[in-house]
């Protein structure tokens, strides 16, 4: 009840396409919903962060979307770039507590 | 520093060793954060401080592990008799407080052969 589904596990795009990263979750528990990219010998860095009031956020060529009913958020990249290229993971924290749970990651490559 | 530094970034031992593994935050960050990263997989909670105190240790796995930080500060995480399975990359995240981002540091990758 405490995972957060995430997919693709990878996914190509070519330079100035949209990227879309999906994740879904069961428990109506958790209320922040953050995105982390991490490159490789890196740790994750936070790209963007949602809350289950708003629908969508959008921070430069980074978009989520929030479906609080499907119990669902996915990540939109706008204008891909090869610097993109990185693993990208959901995540989400219970309301009251600190710790986030992660999903299991995707691995974007933009090609040039 | 401007970040979240780990020592040492990479730690090879061989099973039935102990290790040590440094977690330094950001200054003034009173939340601090131990995950464990498998490959090719997101990061999952090990335990959580707030200041000195250790208000989570639901995820670590075993009595093996154990952490401390006993100043509020530094954050030192041990592993005792390290088995194959242990081998991970070890994230330390340090916040301001509660509900503030996490930020991680790079990580401490540990090999047990």
């Known amino acids: 009840q405490q995972q957060v589904k995430q997919s693709p596990q990878s996914l190509i795009v070519q330079k100035g396409g949209i990227s879309i990263i999906n994740c879904a979750y069961e428990?109506?528990?958790?209320?922040?919903f953050p995105w982390y990219q991490q490159f490789p010998g890196k740790g994750p860095a936070l790209l963007i962060a949602i809350r289950p009031d708003v629908s969508e956020k959008k921070e430069g060529r980074f978009t989520i979307s929030f479906n609080k009913s499907a119990k669902q958020f996915s990540l939109h990249i706008m204008d891909s770039q090869p610097g993109d290229s990185a693993t990208y993971f959901c995540a989400a924290r219970i309301k009251g507590f600190q710790k986030l749970v992660f999903g299991t990651g995707t691995r974007l490559l933009v090609s040039p | 520093g401007a970040g979240v530094s780990q020592s040492p970034r990479y730690k090879v031992a061989k099973r039935g060793q102990d290790v040590a593994l440094r977690c330094d935050p950001i200054s003034g960050h009173v939340s601090l954060f131990w995950y464990q990263q498998a490959l090719g997989q997101g990061p999952e909670f090990l335990t959580y401080?707030?200041?000195?105190?250790?208000?989570?240790k639901s995820g670590l796995p075993s009595d093996r592990f154990f952490a401390e930080r006993p100043e509020g500060s530094v954050s030192t995480l041990k592993i005792q008799r390290t088995q194959q399975e242990d081998s991970a990359v070890y994230l330390c995240?340090?916040?301001?407080?509660?509900?503030?981002?996490?930020?991680f540091g790079p990580g401490t990758r540990l090999t047990v052969l």
């Open positions: 995240a340090s916040s301001l407080g509660l509900a503030n981002e996490q930020f």
């Open positions: 401080f707030q200041n000195e105190a250790q208000l989570d």
């Open positions: 428990n109506t528990a958790f209320d922040y």
